[in-house]
């Protein structure tokens, strides 16, 4: 109790502190966890994520080859879109938070999954990873998930952007979340590293994920 006290209150003090989010995450995201485990178990592929549990890792993951093959152009591959989302904005894998909290470890490893898996969805989406391209993506994994973290995430930050900015998010993000959310694939349930030399495109179109609006000017 004592730790979702701190957390909640220096996160919605900061939501920036990604610590707190993330120990605020865990604390209260117990029913959300459970009823993606059922989820993912319910489903071929998420049941054989949850057995072989894959980690999102520069050990893991052949990051400087994708990086290397980062491409932009149109026919791009998944893991080109990826290894350039990586160098365009300086990003290293292994700077997502651990679980540390949670104490069930199928839970667990679903809550480091959801983390671990927000730059591939940052690729799949088109958004890209401004204040406001983050809070396009919270509210998709807030319908995707219903993990309170994601909730806070994506109220608390609307409350930091310019009136033209929440125009966009109300009228644009928010509907194209609901969208994609309910004719789209549990995004969950994707095995992202058996699918690095699928064309984005194709990708995309099995997943039956729409891309957010105006990802023509944001892709990386």
Request: hydrophobic content about 40%; charged content about 25%; overall charge negative.
């Amino acid at each position: 109790l004592r730790v979702a006290v701190n957390s909640a209150t220096t996160a919605f003090a900061d939501p920036t502190r990604a610590d707190a989010v993330a120990a605020l995450g865990e604390v209260t995201g117990y029913v959300a966890l459970q009823r993606l485990h059922e989820k993912m178990k319910q489903d071929d592929t998420g049941l054989r994520i949850l057995r072989e549990r894959p980690v999102v890792s520069k050990e893991t993951l052949p990051i400087d080859e994708l990086i290397a093959s980062a491409s932009h152009d149109e026919g791009r591959t998944f893991g080109q879109a990826y290894g350039a989302f990586l160098q365009g904005h300086g990003f290293d894998p292994d700077e997502r938070d651990e679980v540390k909290y949670i104490q069930d470890p199928d839970l667990a490893y679903i809550m480091l999954r959801y983390r671990q898996c927000h730059d591939f969805w940052h690729v799949l989406t088109g958004l890209p990873p401004s204040v406001l391209g983050e809070l396009g993506l919270k509210w998709l994994e807030l319908f995707q998930t219903g993990l309170p973290v994601a909730a806070l995430s994506a109220t608390v930050g609307s409350m930091k952007l310019e009136q033209q900015e929440l125009v966009v998010l109300n009228n644009y993000y928010i509907p194209w979340a609901i969208r994609t959310n309910e004719k789209g694939t549990n995004l969950m349930t994707v095995y992202y590293e058996e699918e690095f030399d699928t064309p984005l495109s194709e990708l995309r179109a099995r997943l039956r994920l729409e891309t957010a609006p105006g990802h023509e000017n944001q892709d990386s």
